[in-house]
């Protein structure tokens, strides 16, 4: 036999996502919803609105605060984030760049890189628009730069996996901590 509990969202007109798993407590939820100009008369779209609920099926945080709808310049989360460390990736549309926010949904790191990754271990794997790759923490500052000539993974157990060349020309795997 195969058991479940069942799970609603008691916010009417948000789903869930195929996607289902919590993440410090919270699972990603949808809306559909539909698109007003500056008078309030709907423009035609409709768009997904991003938020999230808890395990008891109340949507907790949602994105009305910010200014614009995602589907018109404005603030949207890529839908295959989640939360961790109390972080989460958003896009902003109209620079197409991407940053954090925090559990309030209030952006903490802004949107200025051209990649995020969920943080681990204390630390956010970005990716500049200069093509850098750079691990930040909750504030915005660099933790750990590891250079051009590494490619590296994420952070697990204080540890980074990282790849190259070395000048002699020998290729290496191995691992790095925050100090490189």
């Known amino acids: 036999y195969i ?8 916010d009417e007109g948000w789903y869930l996502s195929g996607k289902l798993a919590f993440h410090e407590g919270l699972v990603m939820v949808y809306q ?6 500056s008078q309030g008369y709907y423009t035609g779209q409709t768009y997904q609105r991003v938020g999230y609920a808890d395990k008891t099926g109340k949507v ?6 910010w200014e614009e709808p995602p589907a018109s310049p404005g603030i949207a989360l890529d839908y295959d984030l989640y939360f961790s460390d109390g972080m989460c990736v958003y896009y902003e549309w109209d620079t197409g760049l991407y940053g954090y926010v925090d559990r309030q949904g209030e ?15 204390g630390v956010g794997r ?11 923490d909750q504030t915005g500052q660099v933790v750990f730069a590891p250079g051009e000539n590494l ?9 980074v ?13 191995g691992f790095l901590d925050k100090q490189g």
């Open 3 to 10: 058991t479940a509990t069942p799970y609603e969202i008691q």
């Open 32 to 37: 559909d919803a539909q698109e007003m100009d």
């Open 60 to 65: 907790v945080l949602t994105f009305d605060s």
């Open 107 to 121: 952006p903490v790191i802004p949107a200025q890189y051209r990649s995020a990754e969920p943080f681990r271990d």
């Open 126 to 136: 970005v990716d500049t628009t200069e093509g850098e790759t750079l691990f930040l």
């Open 151 to 159: 490619d590296v993974g994420e952070f697990g157990d204080g540890l």
């Open 161 to 173: 996996s990282a790849r190259g060349e070395l000048e002699s020309g020998d290729y290496f795997v």
